[in-house]
């Protein structure tokens, strides 16, 4: 029964993931169509901002303020400040008064270890008018300040200032360093130095960029692949949308019956890294709307658009910001906190969930364990070999029961094959007889069927961890694997993982069809094999130990069985 469950299963597998090579779905279309599906560019430097911009619901904008001045013209140089911090250097630009990169410190994501400035910039667009945390004013009683109309200072070295006068509105974009990693707290300020009110409607954008040459595709291609997705975190649930999907549809992103309510968090990702805005958690449900577009070839943005504020004469509004800029390590995501938030009344932000796992149930009690093994051996190939043998042994009992079974069934094959025989033309009755001949000998059928159907959610929710576990990223095992979270480059442990899988059906019992058998022990080898040439090389770590545990547990049956333990 064990075999026919695993050879169902890998049958399964195998169909879905030939059709998933075979048919990996549209391409995107080229580029030139791509280009003439974005929207249009941002206006030249020194063009002036319009008035208007399109609301969320595509109504046209309010027009500014009776007679408020003209807004200011973009026309000043560009300037660029620096904010660093042991894991991140921050670089800001005057043009529009945005990040522009953020380049990782760390030993972990430098491209070259005796190069400290090749640190993984984790700013995909290179573009500043796409650059993240953009800020705009449409439907506001002033127009937006355009990308060369600001002015950048620092004021201390872990603050920078960039500021720029709308008519009578002068406006202020602070970012400073956070004592937390990977952290920035950013306050955009409005302040209003005319006689009359006006109207402020702030919209806050990050933008986000797929790699060309690592897009989505079939399962083939996710052990390579580095999707982005731009996010929003709405009403307690993630809506995540593939930037490289708007090549086909810039406008077919987060529709506003899902963006519209309590926005907790914004962000663009990639496979290990995440940038997001978190603003302050809202009091009242005040129907912040968050919205997705394509930009261009390969680019996308999401935006949060807040209700509208009125700002009475001389004096401001402001708009606080919690910014993460970095790495997805789980701890560093689950303790961020909106603005406002203190130690003794904390926020639950939920910004973990911009990590996309399957089965997370399984999956993070996975990574936790692996944790705690790294914390003793500092090794994460090792601390995969000690997960699995934690695993098998936790499995050990089901397993060894479905062994003993096997065993007994190999016993009994003379008995069965007599039965098949003697009933050969009355199927039911041979069922019959069949399954009082397991039940005088103790022996259960189904009892193989459950190690294997505890092992594949394990192997899907490792595969899943493997897969986004920044923890893993890049970190080395022996020899030829510098990266457990990448494919081996030269396939060895795929295939040292096939044979040893062939040796271990090999040792198995033969069962009531050995014809069956030798088929399954040659298949079964090569399906996986394959499978694990184009999966992360942990989990080829984790089969081949978990392989190599089997065969022991096998050896120890073999020998109770000599040693006459084994009856029937």
Same mark, same amino acid.
């Given at each position: 029964?064990?075999?026919?469950?695993?050879?169902?299963?890998?049958?399964?597998?195998?169909?879905?993931?030939?059709?998933?090579?075979?048919?990996?779905?549209?391409?995107?279309?080229?580029?030139?169509?791509?280009?003439?599906?974005?929207?249009?560019?941002?206006?030249?430097?020194?063009?002036?901002?319009?008035?208007? $911009?399109? @609301?969320?619901?595509?109504?046209? =904008?309010?027009?500014?303020?009776?007679? =408020?001045?003209?807004?200011?013209?973009?026309?000043?140089?560009?300037?660029?400040?620096?904010?660093?911090?042991?894991?991140?250097?921050?670089?800001?630009? &005057?043009?529009?008064?945005?990040?522009?990169?953020? !380049?990782?410190?760390?030993?972990?994501?430098?491209?070259?270890?005796?190069?400290?400035? @090749?640190?993984? +910039?984790?700013?995909?667009?290179?573009?500043? =008018?796409?650059?993240?945390?953009?800020? %705009?004013?449409?439907?506001?009683?002033?127009?937006?300040?355009? *990308?060369?109309?600001?002015?950048?200072?620092?004021? &201390?070295?872990?603050?920078?200032?960039?500021? #720029?006068?709308?008519?009578?509105?002068?406006?202020?974009?602070?970012?400073?360093? *956070?004592?937390?990693?990977?952290?920035?707290?950013?306050?955009?300020?409005?302040?209003?130095?005319? /006689?009359?009110?006006?109207?402020?409607?702030?919209?806050?954008?990050? &933008?986000?960029?797929? *790699?060309? +040459?690592?897009?989505?595709?079939?399962?083939?291609?996710?052990?390579?692949?580095?999707?982005?997705?731009?996010?929003?975190?709405?009403?307690?649930?993630?809506?995540?949308?593939?930037?490289?999907?708007?090549?086909?549809?810039?406008? /077919?992103?987060?529709?506003?019956?899902?963006?519209?309510?309590?926005?907790?968090?914004?962000?663009? +990702?990639?496979?290990?890294?995440?940038?997001?805005?978190?603003?302050?958690?809202?009091?009242?449900?005040?129907?912040?709307?968050?919205?997705?577009?394509?930009?261009?070839?390969?680019?996308?943005?999401?935006?949060?658009?807040?209700? *509208?504020?009125?700002?009475?004469?001389?004096?401001?509004? @402001?708009?606080?910001?919690?910014?993460?800029?970095?790495?997805?390590?789980?701890?560093?995501?689950?303790?961020?906190?909106?603005?406002? $938030?203190?130690?003794?009344?904390?926020?639950?932000?939920?910004?973990?969930?911009?990590?996309?796992?399957?089965?997370?149930?399984?999956?993070?009690?996975?990574?936790?364990?692996? %944790?705690?093994?790294?914390?003793?051996?500092?090794?994460?190939?090792?601390?995969?070999?000690?997960?699995?043998?934690?695993?098998?042994?936790?499995?050990?009992?089901?397993?060894?029961?479905?062994?003993?079974? #096997?065993?007994?069934?190999?016993?009994?094959?003379? !008995?069965?094959?007599?039965?098949?025989?003697?009933?050969?033309? +009355?199927?039911?009755?041979?069922?019959?007889?069949?399954?009082?001949?397991? %039940?005088?000998?103790?022996?259960?059928?189904?009892?193989?069927?459950?190690?294997?159907?505890?092992?594949?959610?394990?192997?899907?929710?490792?595969?899943?961890?493997?897969?986004?576990?920044?923890?893993?990223?890049?970190?080395?095992?022996?020899?030829?694997?510098?990266?457990?979270? =990448?494919?081996?480059?030269?396939?060895?442990?795929?295939?040292?993982?096939?044979?040893?899988?062939?040796?271990?059906?090999?040792?198995?019992?033969?069962?009531?069809?050995?014809?069956?058998? $030798?088929?399954? @022990?040659?298949?079964?080898?090569?399906?996986?094999?394959?499978?694990?040439?184009?999966?992360?090389?942990?989990? $080829?770590?984790?089969?081949?130990?978990?392989?190599?545990?089997?065969?022991?547990?096998?050896?120890?049956?073999?020998?109770?069985?000599?040693?006459? %333990?084994?009856?029937?």
């Amino acid at each position: 029964m064990e075999k026919r469950v695993v050879l169902a299963i890998g049958l399964s597998i195998g169909v879905l993931l030939l059709w998933s090579y075979l048919f990996p779905g549209p391409k995107p279309p080229p580029p030139q169509q791509q280009q003439q599906q974005a929207q249009p560019t941002a206006p030249a430097p020194g063009t002036p901002a319009p008035t208007t $911009a399109p @609301s969320p619901s595509g109504t046209a =904008a309010a027009p500014a303020a009776p007679g =408020a001045a003209p807004g200011p013209t973009g026309n000043k140089p560009e300037q660029v400040l620096e904010l660093e911090t042991p894991e991140v250097r921050y670089v800001f630009s &005057s043009l529009g008064g945005n990040l522009v990169h953020a !380049k990782l410190r760390e030993k972990q994501f430098l491209d070259d270890t005796k190069d400290p400035n @090749s640190g993984h +910039d984790v700013v995909r667009t290179t573009d500043p =008018a796409h650059a993240p945390f953009g800020t %705009k004013f449409p439907e506001s009683g002033f127009p937006s300040p355009p *990308d060369g109309a600001w002015d950048a200072s620092k004021p &201390s070295p872990d603050t920078v200032v960039f500021s #720029a006068d709308s008519g009578n509105v002068h406006i202020e974009k602070r970012y400073r360093v *956070d004592k937390k990693r990977y952290r920035l707290q950013l306050e955009v300020v409005v302040s209003n130095r005319g /006689d009359a009110a006006i109207s402020s409607h702030l919209t806050l954008s990050v &933008s986000g960029q797929q *790699d060309p +040459d690592k897009r989505g595709g079939g399962f083939f291609s996710q052990g390579s692949s580095n999707i982005s997705s731009a996010l929003c975190y709405v009403n307690g649930d993630v809506e995540r949308k593939a930037i490289e999907s708007f090549s086909k549809d810039p406008k /077919d992103g987060i529709k506003e019956e899902k963006g519209k309510g309590t926005v907790a968090w914004i962000g663009t +990702d990639e496979k290990f890294f995440v940038m997001a805005a978190v603003p302050p958690p809202e009091t009242t449900a005040t129907n912040r709307i968050c919205r997705t577009e394509g930009l261009g070839p390969d680019l996308g943005q999401v935006t949060l658009w807040f209700p *509208d504020r009125v700002v009475a004469p001389k004096t401001d509004v @402001s708009y606080p910001f919690a910014l993460f800029v970095g790495p997805k390590f789980m701890d560093d995501l689950e303790a961020v906190q909106p603005p406002g $938030a203190t130690a003794a009344a904390p926020v639950e932000v939920n910004l973990q969930k911009a990590v996309d796992v399957t089965l997370g149930m399984l999956a993070g009690p996975l990574l936790s364990l692996m %944790k705690f093994f790294h914390g003793f051996v500092h090794n994460w190939g090792l601390a995969i070999i000690l997960l699995t043998l934690f695993i098998r042994l936790v499995t050990f009992y089901p397993a060894q029961r479905s062994l003993l079974s #096997a065993k007994k069934m190999q016993k009994l094959a003379p !008995k069965m094959a007599a039965i098949r025989k003697k009933y050969e033309n +009355d199927r039911q009755k041979q069922s019959v007889e069949t399954m009082n001949l397991y %039940k005088a000998h103790g022996v259960s059928p189904f009892g193989g069927c459950l190690p294997s159907l505890i092992q594949m959610p394990i192997w899907i929710a490792l595969y899943s961890t493997l897969n986004y576990a920044t923890e893993l990223y890049r970190a080395p095992f022996i020899f030829h694997l510098h990266d457990l979270t =990448a494919k081996d480059p030269y396939y060895i442990t795929p295939l040292v993982m096939g044979g040893v899988m062939f040796g271990q059906m090999k040792m198995s019992p033969a069962g009531a069809d050995p014809q069956q058998q $030798a088929m399954m @022990s040659v298949m079964m080898p090569i399906m996986f094999t394959g499978f694990s040439l184009f999966l992360p090389s942990g989990l $080829a770590v984790y089969m081949l130990t978990s392989y190599l545990f089997g065969i022991v547990q096998q050896l120890y049956v073999n020998y109770l069985d000599r040693k006459g %333990k084994i009856t029937i």
